[in-house]
């Protein structure tokens, strides 16, 4: 069983910083490309930003410049920096990550989902 638990979420001001973490556990064999996704009341779920097992990152153009993720590869952890936060970057903000879990003795391929942050921004 693999599970993704995001934190960090909470209420912040506009132009101020968050910094969302999101740890995976379980029988984990490896994890390839992580990613954050939000979704905001009354709207489809969102391309935030992902980074591959090697480092690279990709962001979507409104977060470039202001988002910024990275990982932990021995802590199986994905954090998203979020700066010059505007009120349009309130929503629920998910882990996603595409792995390869052991079960006995053999391994299968997920793409697993955490529950999910809120973040709130405003004055």
């Known amino acids: 069983q693999v599970q993704l638990v995001e934190s960090g979420g909470g209420l912040v001001q506009p132009g101020g910083s968050l910094r969302l973490s999101c740890a995976a556990s379980?029988?984990?064999?490896?994890?390839?490309?992580m990613g954050w996704y939000r979704q905001a009341p009354g709207k489809e779920r969102e391309l935030v930003a992902t980074?591959?097992?090697?480092?690279?990152?990709n962001y979507t153009d409104s977060t470039k410049g202001r988002f910024t993720i990275s990982r932990d590869n021995a802590k199986n952890t994905v954090y998203l920096q979020m700066n010059s936060l505007k009120p349009e970057d309130a929503a629920v903000y998910y882990c996603?990550?595409?792995?390869?879990?052991?079960?006995?003795?053999?391994?299968?391929?997920?793409?697993?989902w955490g529950k999910g942050t809120l973040v709130t921004v405003s004055s």
């Open positions: 996603n990550a595409d792995l390869v879990a052991r079960r006995y003795l053999s391994y299968y391929s997920e793409n697993s």
């Open positions: 379980g029988s984990i064999f490896s994890i390839g490309t």
């Open positions: 980074i591959t097992s090697d480092g690279n990152a």
